[in-house]
């Protein structure tokens, strides 16, 4: 009898969590949400983030406050979510750049692949191989031929080691089989390509769009299959020969891990709702982004495997943690 009484109650137990936790979820949110943006403002990550941000406050009735925690590659924002209260209030703008840390660290103060839940990806824009107009590269072509003509002495500059600009060049390092010099920059790696003092770049389009009509660099190609619509003229790496050169940069939501399905799904709707508004594409479009719908299992699915070819990348390109 006693058995039974306690069964019972481990039953009620069990449906008045169910009954609260649906509740919270129904009424989910009640306070500002916020959102950690683990790169600087103007960083392709943080401007894709801000664009959808106003639209998802709107259908959500909260608002939603961009919290810049910029730092060590994005392990700053990063580790504040990875250790947040799973309860719906904080979210981070995750990327191709999450990747980075275990690629640059062998020890951190999270695992990328069980301290977060992808939630929504907000979309992919290309990586653009610009060079400094000084050297005077017009194609491709042109700058693989000088590269082998001077082995060891052209130059390509990124974010930083194991950053997304960084694994775009290793990629194409492999792929044309050259031999070049990677700089890696915290921050103004594009004005040293301007100035003539770095040969070239990999920088995705978002965090480009504002310089390259400056007349200081050549856009030569953009990683991605297909060219990009605010680029028509310029070709695809895979048109110019080297279709293993490819990679896009890819941006979207991702909660601490424990954070209750209910909510996960809510938002994810939410956001998809956000990227077929009109303004938020056209906004979108205009940085280069092109908007990306999967479900949450989509989008994990799609985070472990993007998680597991950069890391593939680093061990090719026998790129090694700095600790």
């Excluded at 040293?192 to 003092?197: I, K, N, S």
């Excluded at 293993?244 to 709707?269: C, Q, R, Y």
């Amino acid at each position: 009898m006693k058995s039974v009484r306690a069964l019972c109650g481990a039953v009620a137990t069990a449906i008045f969590i169910a009954g609260a936790a649906g509740a919270h979820a129904q009424v989910w949110p009640t306070r500002t949400i916020r959102l950690i943006s683990p790169f600087p403002a103007g960083s392709a990550s943080d401007t894709t983030a801000r664009v959808v941000v106003n639209k998802l406050s709107e259908l959500l009735g909260q608002s939603i406050a961009v919290e810049p925690q910029a730092g060590a590659g994005g392990i700053i924002g990063f580790e504040m979510v990875a250790k947040a209260a799973p309860d719906g209030y904080t979210f981070v703008t995750s990327s191709s750049s999450m990747a980075n840390g275990a690629v640059m660290h062998a020890h951190l103060p999270y695992d990328v692949l069980r301290d977060f839940i992808p939630v929504a990806m907000f979309g992919s824009q290309p990586n653009v191989l610009v060079a400094s107009k000084k050297d005077g590269f017009k194609t491709v072509a042109d700058l693989v031929a000088a590269a082998k003509a001077k082995p060891g002495t052209l130059t390509f500059a990124s974010a930083g080691i194991g950053s997304t600009s960084h694994m775009a060049g290793e990629r194409f390092r492999l792929a044309t089989h050259i031999d070049v010099r990677h700089v890696p920059f915290r921050e103004n790696g594009l004005t040293e390509v301007m100035a003539g003092r770095i040969d070239y770049y990999f920088v995705p389009l978002a965090a480009a769009a504002s310089v390259l009509g400056t007349g200081k660099l050549t856009a030569l190609a953009v990683s991605t299959p297909k060219r990009a619509a605010l680029l028509p003229d310029v070709p695809t790496v895979a048109e110019a020969g080297y279709p293993a050169a490819e990679s896009d940069f890819w941006v979207g939501l991702s909660a601490p891990a424990k954070t209750p399905m209910s909510i996960v799904n809510k938002m994810h709707d939410a956001t998809e709702k956000a990227l077929q508004d009109p303004a938020v594409k056209e906004h979108l479009f205009k940085i280069g982004v092109v908007p990306e719908l999967m479900s949450v299992e989509q989008f994990g699915a799609f985070f472990k495997k993007d998680y597991a070819s950069t890391m593939q990348l680093a061990k090719d390109a026998h790129i090694q943690p700095v600790d």
